[in-house]
């Protein structure tokens, strides 16, 4: 099956510097990548996600990328502000529709 | 729109006790999952319907765990009789929009504590 990786698990950054995490997949077959946002006490929320017919994609801070032949993809998110601190899961599924999902990385972003 | 609905938001039980949890999804969501996620880790499948039928049941402990989803729509899970490592948020979620039928919209989670 599918195994998904995620590094860093905890990540630090000051108020306006750039974070970056970075997911590999196993499975050449997944061609989904969605990345997931998750606060304290709440469900993951979706905040980007990928197609594997497309490189890289931007929605105003935040961008994912990709390299299918690498079988890796990032998540990175700029000009970081306090309300960002949360955990972030990457996720990889196939067109069965079944995720996979990282073990989680903690972004703690400092005032 | 309202969003997926899960109850209770917590569950406290001593071990050896049956549990229940409900999930309802986005409205005209045809497929629901629920996972399992533990301290510190990404949500695990546990089970995935297509309406009313669990197309992917691999990962759910049948011995202990059950899971309905009469006519398509709300699900309910069980476990019976619980055990002390099942304490974990159990997490629902539907997808089925027309142009993204794979995004997953989770719901809150039922936080399970066995004691």
């Known amino acids: 099956g599918e195994n998904v990786e995620q590094h860093p698990s905890t990540l630090s950054v000051q108020e306006g510097d750039s974070a970056v995490i970075k997911c590999t997949y196993s499975?050449?077959?997944?061609?989904?990548f969605p990345w997931y946002k998750q606060e304290l006490g709440k469900g993951p929320q979706l905040i980007i996600d990928?197609?594997?017919?497309?490189g890289e994609k931007k929605d105003q801070r935040i961008a994912v990328t990709l390299n299918k032949t690498a079988k890796h993809f990032s998540l990175h998110i700029t000009e970081t502000q306090p309300e960002d601190s949360a955990v972030y899961f990457c996720?990889?599924?196939?067109?069965?529709?079944?995720?996979?999902f990282g073990d989680g990385t903690t972004l703690t972003v400092k005032p | 729109e309202a969003g997926v609905v899960q109850s209770p938001r917590y569950k406290i039980i001593e071990k050896k006790q049956p549990v229940a949890f409900w999930c309802n999804p986005i409205?005209?969501?045809?497929?629901l999952y629920w996972y399992r996620q533990n301290l510190g880790q990404g949500p695990e499948l546990l089970i995935r319907?297509?309406?009313?039928?669990?197309?992917?049941d691999s990962q759910l402990p049948k011995d202990r765990f059950s899971a309905e989803r009469l006519k398509g729509v709300d699900s309910t899970l069980k476990i019976q009789p619980a055990e002390l490592g099942d304490s974990a948020v159990y997490l629902c979620?539907?997808?089925?929009?027309?142009?993204?039928?794979?995004?997953?919209?989770f719901g809150p989670g039922t936080r399970l504590l066995v004691l």
């Open positions: 979620a539907s997808s089925g929009e027309m142009m993204h039928q794979e995004t997953q919209y």
């Open positions: 499975d050449s077959a997944s061609n989904y």
């Open positions: 990928i197609r594997s017919n497309v």
């Open positions: 996720a990889a599924s196939g067109w069965e529709g079944k995720s996979t």
């Open positions: 409205s005209g969501h045809n497929t």
């Open positions: 319907y297509e309406n009313e039928e669990a197309v992917d």
